[in-house]
Every structure is written in structure tokens, then in C-alpha cells.
């Protein structure tokens, strides 16, 4: 016995509608993450040493945290 799926057309296929719906949503997150990025990157060469004292700070928090368990 033989069993033959039916073929599976475009808008049929429910992970293909999914894919199509989500696609233009990824383009713009990644268009918003790249900006921001930029914004970061900006940032940072205009105010490295606050950065690093932020960046520090962080660290010893951070190191704080982790010795106390």
C-alpha cells in the first residue's frame, strides 16, 4: 500500500504563511538593532572614558554577585 501525500502549495502551507508574515517584521528589527548599534558605537568614541568607568562598574557588580554563591 501506497501513501501519497498531497503536494503542499505555497498558501497552503502554514509555515510558509508563517515565514511570509514574519519576514517583514525581522527585516525591521534588524534595520532597528543596526541603528542602534550605531548609536552605541557613536557613543563610545565620543565618551570612552565614561564608558570604561561604566564598563567597570558593571564588572565589580557583576564579580560581587558571583563570589557571594
Avoid: H, W, Y
Amino acid at each position: 500500500m501506497e501513501m501519497n501525500e498531497p503536494e503542499v502549495t505555497g498558501e497552503d502551507d502554514p509555515m510558509r504563511a508563517f515565514q511570509e508574515r514574519l519576514a517583514p517584521k525581522l527585516k525591521d528589527a534588524e534595520a532597528q538593532l543596526m541603528d542602534i548599534n550605531e548609536k552605541v558605537k557613536g557613543f563610545i568614541r565620543e565618551n570612552p572614558g565614561t564608558c570604561l568607568l561604566g564598563a567597570l562598574a558593571v564588572g565589580f557588580v557583576v564579580g560581587r554577585i558571583a563570589s557571594r554563591r
